[in-house]
């Protein structure tokens, strides 16, 4: 069965409390549930964006596991996460019409219809920038909406999902909207070779090929630019192509990740690393709410007074190089003026995460980012997903904070602490000379087992040491200096633990030399 296995992997914590609990709504006569994330900061008429669950997780799932509420916190636009109902299993589910879901009538095509309506209402969310994303059940579904309720949502973002064969020859959208959709090639649940035999028991469905065919064809996106991106983890065992399929008599596009190598994961939490899919997803969405910045008249990034006052300056007096003339038709005029304020507070796709000099992230554009003496890490980057991490965090009182998910880390320009540690703790893995090792500190979220992994993550021969307390006071309660299943020897360590206690976490390497890159990853449950 099709259960969401994600939060087995990586859990993120509910960032804001008060929108933690569900709501209720009635829909069909049923009650069903959503939560929501409201960042303190918004824009006027604010972006929305639905994400669905796979089959077997919920939407607690869905909002703690995938970096959503940090990603809209950071750019500011409302993200709701509905329930699907209970199916015969006791496991939630979106009806999409799985054969052994036949005899269950689940109107989830309303209900989340009627869902974004209301939030839009009750939230003053903008309808034209209204999207949906989901993960397995929920990519299928989020198909399921682009055939029946494109009125609604004006862009979808299924991963790892198919159609199936029913909604494959039915598909009919009364308004074409962009897609974005992502599978792998190895995914052993969302068979990539389809599975018209319906062998795994959802139904008949045909190849991922057939079905990105079926929607160009539907969208009219004929052109086809691929892209191999970068292999930033070479040790996950796979790497992205994108293909971008676009017209020339049009701006409808879709976007397509193939993994190559990956299987049933959401990417940036489990499986392939190289791509975050909650801010690949995002950037897609908000490339859509923000089309254009024809305001931005000094390129920072954003449509602002000083863009206004640059236009004013230069009214009806244009010159060969005239930044004002907006419409490119000779003159600095009200037609200009016009366009600068349809555009003004927008935030242009020049932003992107920013590592200022004293190690703090901030989402400006390339040019504030310069004047800081920050270092850029490229359009639409995420201080969610991008590490400003150095050599600061050498030594124990330097220590990065992090908290659950995965953190890249270099240990290249790292010294050797001399900390005591004992391998005792760890029989029969040996912790060598924790070579160039650098410190973390962090805070239990959970009653229950901590799990630190670079286990695939690393391309040198790590070691972990975990103690309780702060650096004046600490105690050594666990190590790890190779796992047993994991690669190159890398390293792996679960411990019990209480919430809110503080830790540290240092990560080394075996002997002299050994120092590299990879990614520590941290869950609590």
């Not at 065919?213 to 630019?225: E, F, K, R, V």
């Not at 879709?254 to 190289?274: A, K, R």
């Not at 602002?304 to 007096?317: A, G, M, R, T, Y």
């Amino acid at each position: 069965m099709k259960f969401h296995l994600i939060s087995l992997l990586c859990l993120w914590p509910i960032a804001t409390a008060v929108h933690a609990q569900n709501i209720t709504f009635v829909h069909d006569g049923l009650e069903r549930q959503y939560r929501i994330h409201i960042p303190n900061e918004l824009p006027e008429s604010p972006s929305l964006v639905l994400a669905l669950h796979g089959y077997g997780g919920n939407n607690n799932d869905m909002m703690s596991n995938y970096g959503w509420t940090e990603l809209a916190d950071e750019r500011g636009f409302i993200v709701a996460f509905p329930n699907g109902t209970r199916d015969q299993w006791n496991n939630r589910f979106w009806d999409v019409d799985y054969d052994f879901h036949e005899g269950l009538d689940i109107d989830d095509d309303g209900f989340l219809r009627e869902l974004a309506i209301h939030l839009q209402g009750l939230h003053s969310a903008d309808p034209d920038k209204t999207f949906v994303t989901g993960f397995s059940n929920g990519a299928e579904m989020c198909f399921q909406l682009a055939c029946r309720e494109s009125e609604t949502f004006m862009a979808f973002a299924p991963i790892v999902g198919m159609m199936l064969d029913t909604l494959f020859t039915n598909c009919d959208p009364a308004v074409l909207r962009p897609i974005l959709s992502l599978n792998g090639t190895d995914d052993d649940i969302t068979l990539y070779e389809g599975d018209m035999g319906n062998t795994g028991g959802w139904g008949a469905y045909r190849s991922i090929p057939e079905m990105m065919a079926l929607w160009a064809s539907i969208l009219g996106t004929t052109d086809i630019d691929s892209t191999n991106l970068p292999d930033v983890n070479p040790n996950d065992g796979s790497i992205v192509r994108l293909d971008i399929y676009s017209s020339p008599n049009h701006d409808l596009e879709m976007w397509y990740y193939l993994v190559i190598g990956g299987g049933h994961d959401w990417p940036g939490q489990s499986g392939n690393m190289d791509i975050s899919a909650t801010l690949e997803v995002w950037n897609f969405f908000e490339r859509l709410s923000v089309a254009t910045c024809l305001g931005d008249v000094n390129e920072s990034g954003h449509v602002s007074v000083e863009d206004l006052l640059i236009l004013l300056s230069q009214f009806s007096l244009c010159t060969e190089d005239c930044s004002g003339d907006l419409d490119n038709d000779g003159d600095v005029d009200v037609e200009d003026l016009l366009t600068l304020i349809q555009f003004f507070g927008a935030v242009c796709e020049t932003n992107g995460a920013c590592c200022l000099p004293d190690g703090e992230c901030q989402y400006i554009s390339s040019l504030e980012c310069a004047d800081a003496g920050g270092e850029w890490n490229g359009a639409l980057s995420s201080c969610t997903t991008v590490s400003c991490s150095s050599a600061d965090y050498d030594e124990c009182t330097e220590a990065m904070v992090v908290t659950n998910g995965f953190t890249n880390f270099s240990t290249t320009d790292a010294t050797t602490s001399s900390d005591l540690y004992d391998d005792s703790l760890c029989p029969n893995t040996y912790l060598g000379v924790m070579n160039a090792d650098i410190w973390f500190s962090y805070e239990s979220t959970c009653s229950g087992t901590l799990t630190l992994s670079t286990c695939n993550d690393a391309d040198f021969d790590t070691e972990l040491v975990l103690y309780e307390g702060n650096c004046a006071n600490k105690v050594q309660v666990a190590c790890n200096g190779d796992y047993g299943d994991c690669p190159n020897y890398t390293s792996y360590i679960e411990f019990p633990v209480s919430a809110g206690q503080n830790y540290l976490i240092r990560l080394g390497g075996w002997e002299p030399g050994d120092a590299g890159n990879g990614w520590l990853g941290i869950t609590c449950e």
